[in-house]
């Protein structure tokens, strides 16, 4: 069975500053997804990246990127300038490929970052 | 655009009373996906189906807890005789098709009394 693990479960920055969330997960399997997803107060989900195993560059949205290392099965998400708006729980989740088609996500129990001025 | 929808927001439930959480996917989107989150937790995969169909229940309970995508109409994840541990937010996500990321609605916030 896949695990997803946030070590950290809560972290805090100054506004402009860069912070890195960790996140490991255990797999046998070769072909699957990675993705972190946003939680802010109000409570809804939102995608911020995503990182096909296959693909060996990482992905990168903004102001948001990754470093995946696969053979370490290593997924951190990498904040730059931090904004105020950044403050939510982050969460890292695996979706394994079966026949192609994907499957459930199975998410860590996130990380609470907090952006102060 | 609309996004993925969920209602009610919120719902309070007495033990023993039957609770019903719909939701509507993205324009387009066939694959569903119910996922729960207690306090302070990370969200449990409980059932993910396509149109008429479900094609994994190994996350939902076998008891109580049933599920549906008709053909026509919202998603529906149906809670019999609720229990006070049944008490979390109820998120639903839809994806266009499979492999592919996730939309998540606003979630339901259950409370059961």
């Known amino acids: 069975a896949q695990t997803v693990t946030q070590s950290q479960p809560e972290m805090s920055v100054q506004e402009a500053e860069t912070v890195t969330l960790s996140c490991t997960y255990d797999?046998?399997?070769?072909?699957?997804?990675l993705f972190w997803y946003k939680q802010p107060p109000s409570r809804q989900m939102i995608l911020v990246i995503r990182?096909?195993?296959?693909?060996?560059q990482n992905a990168t949205e903004n102001r948001f990127s990754v470093n995946f290392q696969k053979a370490a099965k290593s997924f951190s998400l990498k904040i730059s300038d931090s904004q105020l708006g950044d403050t939510a729980m982050y969460f890292c989740?695996?979706?394994?490929?079966?026949?192609?088609?994907?499957?459930?996500?199975?998410f860590g129990k996130g990380t609470t970052l907090s952006v102060s001025s | 655009n609309a996004g993925v929808m969920q209602n009610p927001r919120h719902l309070v439930r007495r033990r023993g009373q039957e609770a019903r959480l719909r939701c509507s996917p993205m324009?387009?989107?066939?694959?569903v996906y119910w996922y729960r989150q207690l306090p302070e937790e990370g969200l449990k995969f409980m059932v993910y189906?396509?149109?008429?169909?479900?094609?994994?229940e190994s996350g939902m309970p076998k008891e109580r807890f049933s599920a549906e995508f008709p053909k026509e109409g919202p998603s529906i994840l149906r809670i019999q005789q609720v229990v006070r541990g049944d008490s979390a937010a109820y998120f639903c996500?839809?994806?266009?098709?499979?492999?592919?990321?996730?939309?998540f609605g606003p979630g339901t916030r259950l409370t059961v009394l």
């Open positions: 996500a839809s994806s266009l098709f499979s492999p592919n990321e996730q939309f």
């Open positions: 797999t046998s399997e070769n072909n699957y997804y």
């Open positions: 990182q096909e195993a296959y693909k060996q």
């Open positions: 989740a695996f979706m394994k490929l079966a026949n192609q088609a994907g499957t459930a996500l199975i």
């Open positions: 324009k387009g989107h066939s694959h």
């Open positions: 189906l396509q149109k008429e169909n479900i094609i994994d």
